[in-house]
């Protein structure tokens, strides 16, 4: 009876393909033969995407076109953009944004490198010690210290200063994580044949260790980039005029004190300061997905 059902089952994954290719032949030739997962993923951009839409629809309308739920592109846009732009001077907003963000991005992937290039590579007293004391960093969030991070901010002058929203990000513990478990899962035999042929650490982590690393610096640029570029309530409470404020903060000039809202240029404002990070984000996808993917080596 087993020799049967083990002779048997061939015979019926044939018939099962032969039903399947029978019904693939039945729809016609521009309806994917797995239609209904198609629509279910269309369904889903179209639910996800429509928030996105709506807003730039809305940058280009005026408050009655808004409130009577047009849905075709208004005469607006130039007004608009005028507000956003010119009067408000979001421009100057996006650049101070894109200052701190990038020299954050820099300094924490540099530092980060260094990080994770001494918990592999060296041998100190207490490295467990501190490489735990890391990990327990990345369970307290900075609202949690941000009292106290403003007081010893002010206390050495640094307020209302770029360096006040660039120096306390540069560290970062994610990063050092990340960068220590890439090089960890790096073959010793590199950097054994690096000191044999007289290579310091820093020829090593540059010459070595960084080429082969793009996709996991990739990935840590991302994530802090978009991280600095939407934080808030740190330049509120740091930074006191206008001339060094930040994107996020200026965005809220657009909603109007205690006048009536205007969404138009609210709107507007919100889909441009969005394009940076989108920008970031297409430029080093490839970067992005390839650093966190698990493969079988890892």
Not at 284 to 295: A, E, I, N, R, V
């Amino acid at each position: 009876m087993e020799h049967e059902r083990t002779a048997a089952a061939p015979a019926r994954q044939h018939i099962q393909e032969q039903s399947r290719m029978a019904a693939a032949r039945a729809l016609p030739a521009w309806v994917p033969q797995r239609w209904y997962v198609h629509i279910i993923l269309w369904a889903a951009c179209l639910l996800i995407g429509f928030p996105l839409f709506y807003a730039i629809l809305v940058s280009t309308q005026n408050n009655a076109q808004v409130y009577s739920y047009q849905f075709t592109p208004g005469l607006s846009f130039a007004d608009n953009w005028n507000i956003v732009m010119v009067n408000r001077s979001l421009g100057s907003y996006m650049l101070n944004s894109v200052f701190v963000a990038v020299a954050v991005t820099v300094g924490k992937t540099a530092l980060s490198l260094l990080a994770g290039l001494a918990f592999v590579y060296f041998r100190f007293p207490g490295k467990w010690l501190l490489f735990g004391f890391v990990l327990i960093t990345l369970m307290m969030p900075t609202e949690i210290l941000i009292i106290a991070l403003f007081r010893f901010i002010n206390s050495l002058g640094w307020g209302n200063t770029y360096v006040a929203l660039i120096v306390p990000f540069l560290a970062s513990a994610t990063g050092t994580f990340l960068f220590r478990q890439h090089f960890a899962n790096i073959p010793a035999e590199l950097s054994e044949a690096a000191q044999l042929d007289g290579a310091t650490p820093l020829q090593f982590l540059i010459r070595v260790l960084i080429p082969i690393s793009w996709n996991t610096i990739g990935a840590l640029a991302v994530i802090q980039f978009v991280y600095m570029w939407n934080m808030y309530i740190w330049p509120v409470l740091i930074i006191q005029g206008q001339e060094r404020q930040v994107v996020q903060v200026g965005l809220r000039t657009l909603m109007g004190g205690d006048s009536a809202l205007v969404f138009g240029p609210m709107m507007m404002g919100a889909v441009i300061a969005s394009l940076p990070p989108v920008v970031v984000f297409v430029l080093l996808q490839k970067q992005f997905m390839s650093g966190f993917q698990l493969s079988r080596d890892k």
